[in-house]
């Protein structure tokens, strides 16, 4: 959620002490790295996690006869390899009481995809941050962090711009702008009508196929996309599908952090030295901060109604979204969204999208497309928009960008 979701609104003086945090801005950070190469079935969980049913993920007989003449992940796929959705550089410094909630993702792509194989390494920083009065939870910072991915052959792959949105809870809660803790009600025939328009929506990507995206001009509009109702085995479906929930996969570097000093509230800490002995107690779901996402108890804890979704999969959303309709000859080379609520339990996503302009004197010799994007629920609420610029391309894109 960006700073969107409430316009400023203070009922009473609250204290939030950023003194912790100034030491850390610009400060090169550690963190997990994770242990294994990746392997062809992290995409396919990944892909299936995200409900992404483009077979250029998960098949390889079609992948064979792709762009790649191989399997590759996603352009979405890079947060799996991180242990915090890259969302760990904007958490750093210690506010007592707080939670977090992911407001947005910059990202930029510098050209290689992520394969089986890859060994992917991270440089983190906090970037920046600001305090700002919202009717959410008072006063709320918003703070910026980047996460660079690199393969084993030094090759950047993408850089990510993280917004943290850190708040009181107990503000949050006490201001109760979340407070709708009943899952909607969907007919069966409610609910066959949206999965009829998933399977339309996918049919759209089988159409494409291996053929190239030609002739896009502006004011074309992109098909819909449904996720969802959601629910708790859909979210927990999706934290399965992030590497870092899987025992052990990362180990810490010997650089500094202070992720697990935040000022998380109790309830929502990982027991750090009992995961020794039992992993539950450092996982994150089931003990840990991530564990209002599926357990309503702990969600209106940090001021949310039920169950709520990933920030880092509304971003991975989006990214699929944009490459499902380019198809595999396109690239994403940057994306801006801000994620202004939160996707709820019983809740349905809807993604538009829309092509403002095509600049056809790109200094690649390719046409970029500027594309708008937009989240809603079925009620037309805003959880998420902004904008993104696609590499579409020629009709003879020359043999070393093919392969």
Known sequence: MSDEMGEAASEREVEFDTSYVDPWVGVPLGGGTLKDPVTANDIRRWSQG??????????????????????????????????????????QGTIPGTHMLFGGDEWWFFGPRIEPGDKISRDRMLFDYKVTQTKFAGPTMFSRGDTLYVNQRGDMICKQRSTSIRY????????????DDKDPVWTEDSLMEVEEQKFQYLRTVRELGHERRLFVKAGERLPTRLIGPHTIASFTTEWRSYLMTVWHAFKEDAGPTSLMEAGWLPEMSRDVEGAKVDPTLGDGLYHGPS???????????????????????????????????????????????????????????????????VDHNDPTGRPLAK????????HGDELAAGQAEMLLPTETLPEAEAR
């Open 291 to 357: 564990r209002g996402h599926v357990q309503q108890k702990y969600a209106q804890l940090i001021g949310m109604p039920r169950g709520y979704g990933y920030g880092a999969s509304m971003g991975a959303w989006v990214l699929d979204y944009l490459s499902n309709w380019g198809g595999e000859w396109s690239d994403i080379v940057h994306s801006n969204m801000s994620y202004r609520s939160p996707a709820l339990t019983g809740d349905l996503t809807k993604l538009d999208g829309e092509v403002l302009e």
């Open 168 to 179: 009181l809870a107990e503000e949050a809660v006490r201001r109760g702008v979340f407070n």
């Open 371 to 378: 594309i708008k994007v937009s989240m809603t629920n079925q």
């Open 50 to 91: 995200m409900q992404n049913g483009n077979p250029l993920y998960f098949d390889d007989g079609y992948a064979a006869e792709s762009r790649f003449g191989r399997l590759v992940a996603p352009q979405s796929f890079a947060v799996v390899t991180d242990d915090s959705h890259g969302a760990a550089p904007a958490i």
